[in-house]
C-alpha cells in the first residue's frame, strides 16, 4: 500500500539519530506536517472568541490577547497548551526560512532552525496556556530572531 507522507517519511529518517525531519517540499503542506497544524481545540477556542487563525505572526499576537477561561480546567489546559505549542511551530516552519518539523525518538515534536538549533515549541505553549508566559508572539520572535 502506497501512502505518499509515509514514503517521504522513510526516506528522510535519520536512521543514526532515529527521528524524522519534514521540510516545506516534501511534507509542509500535507502528510505529518498538516497533522501537527491542526490544533483543533486551539482553533476551536479562537473561533469562539473570533480570533482567526491564518498562520501569521499577527494570529499569535491575537491569541495572547484572549481572556484566558481554560486555567481552571485542568485537562483542557494540558490540551490547549499542546495545541498552542503546535500552532507556533506551525507559524514558525511556514514563516522562518529553513525551519522543520522535527519528530524525536520519544515522539516529541521540536521545530528546528536553519542553524540547527532545536525548539521545543509544545512546552513553550503549555507555559503560556498555564501562565500566560511567554506570549506565544514573544516566543515567535525569540526563535526567528535567530
Known amino acids: 500500500m502506497e501512502i505518499s507522507f509515509l514514503d517521504r517519511w522513510r526516506r528522510r529518517r535519520d536512521p543514526a539519530r532515529g ?17 501537527l497544524a491542526e490544533c483543533e481545540l486551539l482553533r476551536s477556542l479562537a473561533e469562539r472568541e473570533g480570533v482567526r487563525l491564518d498562520d501569521t505572526t499577527a494570529s499569535l499576537e491575537a ?9 481552571d480546567d485542568e485537562e483542557t489546559l494540558q490540551w490547549l497548551g499542546n495545541d498552542a505549542g503546535l500552532y507556533l511551530g506551525t507559524v514558525v516552519v511556514r514563516t522562518v526560512p529553513g525551519a522543520v ?7 516529541r515534536p521540536v521545530v528546528r532552525l536553519a542553524s ?26 525569540g526563535i526567528a530572531e535567530v
Not at 524524522?20 to 511534507?27: I, K, Q
Not at 495572547?64 to 486555567?71: E, G, M
Not at 518539523?101 to 515522539?107: E, F, T
Not at 525548539?119 to 514573544?138: C, F, K
Open 19 to 35: 527521528a524524522a525531519a519534514f521540510d516545506e517540499d516534501g511534507d509542509g503542506s500535507g502528510g505529518y506536517a498538516g497533522l
Open 63 to 71: 491569541l495572547d490577547q484572549l481572556v484566558p477561561r481554560w486555567r
Open 101 to 107: 518539523w522535527r519528530i524525536l525518538p520519544g515522539g
Open 116 to 141: 540547527g538549533r532545536e525548539i521545543d515549541v509544545v512546552s513553550d505553549g503549555q507555559a503560556w496556556a498555564a501562565s500566560g508566559v511567554p506570549e506565544l508572539s514573544q516566543a515567535y520572535a
